[in-house]
């Protein structure tokens, strides 16, 4: 009996401690406010911020004011610094270009809320509405960002024009052991608040080796890292967010006359390849460019080709291509792509002939 008595003492002791630290962890960082916006501001670690009924969201906004309006979804973990390298190739073509961070990610609030679908597509609206863009936006959206673009255009389309994918989630991800451990209820949240940093902060450390500025990536990265709820915000994500089963999304947009855009690495393990095939399906007037040997970091790893296939894209979104082979090369006959112009950009496209999509890298 003595035994007994002993081992419940010492479960409720260990209880204790895992609840102290718990609690402890989640106090250890400091709180995303006003106080450290406007010293985030002050440091030049910061662009502008807007508050929105769902909360504070930071924002970058460049451009042309009268340019048609390009709007940049980051994806999960990492904020809207992957697009840093988007902004002056897009902005000197005359596009208005508009990047933010997702609720929980970057400089942007972590609210206490269920990190589902209808959070980050209220985001979308709210932030829409608050910066008065009164013009259809083209949507580009890099992995979870490519599910928040799909499911923002497949509920609001009178507000979207066109839809760029890159490595879209919302079809399928890689299964994870670790990832699904952490999708458990307290031994996740435990291991998440005490631990997270560290594992985020190495996958990240990954990733920056093949930035175009790692340095600058992986600071950029680390900085969400500084303030509380960031970790409690990628876990609730990972239990409600669609990574996989939005099939539906895709298939409303695929019944419209929407131009969509898909861009993919053949290597890539987060959200694979073989989810080109389904999207195509459900999505048949997407055009899809494919390279081998590149991974899921295709966005920031690559920003001068991805950044040129989406303005030729608004340039000559009617076109039609099949799949890219080696160098993103088109297979098939149609190795060209048809110039028309663009509904709602100010460029001017050929009139006649046609416009090769096959870019000089800017890299």
């Not at 297979?331 to 416009?355: K, M, N, V």
């Amino acid at each position: 009996m003595a035994i007994v008595k002993g081992v419940a003492i010492l479960l409720v002791a260990l209880l204790l401690i895992m609840f102290m630290s718990f609690w402890a962890a989640g106090r250890a960082r400091a709180p995303l406010d006003a106080e450290a916006r406007a010293q985030l501001e002050a440091d030049g670690n910061a662009y502008d911020f807007v508050t929105l009924p769902s909360g504070t969201v930071h924002y970058r906004l460049e451009g042309p004011d009268a340019g048609p309006v390009i709007v940049l979804i980051h994806g999960f973990s990492t904020p809207s610094i992957v697009w840093e390298d988007y902004f002056k190739p897009l902005t000197a073509a005359g596009y208005r270009v508009l990047a933010y961070d997702n609720f929980g990610r970057g400089l942007s609030d972590r609210p206490d809320a269920v990190y589902n679908a209808d959070l980050f597509d209220r985001q979308l609206a709210e932030l829409i509405e608050a910066l008065k863009i009164d013009r259809r936006i083209d949507l580009v959206g890099y992995s979870m960002g490519g599910a928040i673009a799909t499911i923002f255009a497949a509920r609001h389309p009178e507000f979207v024009r066109s839809l760029t994918l890159i490595a879209p989630a919302g079809l399928g991800v890689a299964t994870n052991e670790d990832a699904e451990l952490l999708k458990r209820p307290l031994i996740g949240d435990w291991i998440v608040r005490l631990f997270g940093t560290r594992i985020f902060y190495s996958a990240a450390s990954q990733e920056a080796a093949s930035a175009p500025n790692p340095g600058a990536f992986l600071a950029g990265f680390s900085r969400q890292l500084d303030y509380r709820g960031y970790g409690d915000a990628l876990l609730s994500t990972m239990r409600y967010y669609p990574l996989t089963g939005a099939d539906a999304f895709f298939a409303k947009v695929g019944e419209s006359e929407m131009p969509v855009l898909a861009i993919w690495g053949e290597a890539d393990e987060t959200v694979p390849y073989e989810n080109a095939e389904k999207l195509m399906s459900l999505m048949p007037q997407a055009q899809l460019r494919s390279y081998s040997g590149t991974g899921h970091n295709i966005a920031f790893a690559r920003p001068g080709l991805v950044s040129g296939l989406i303005e030729d894209f608004l340039k000559v979104q009617d076109a039609r291509v099949t799949s890219g082979g080696m160098g993103g090369k088109p297979r098939g006959p149609l190795t060209r792509l048809e110039s028309r112009r663009c509904g709602s950009c100010s460029h001017e496209a050929p009139e006649d002939g046609a416009f090769d999509v096959e870019r000089p890298s800017t890299e």
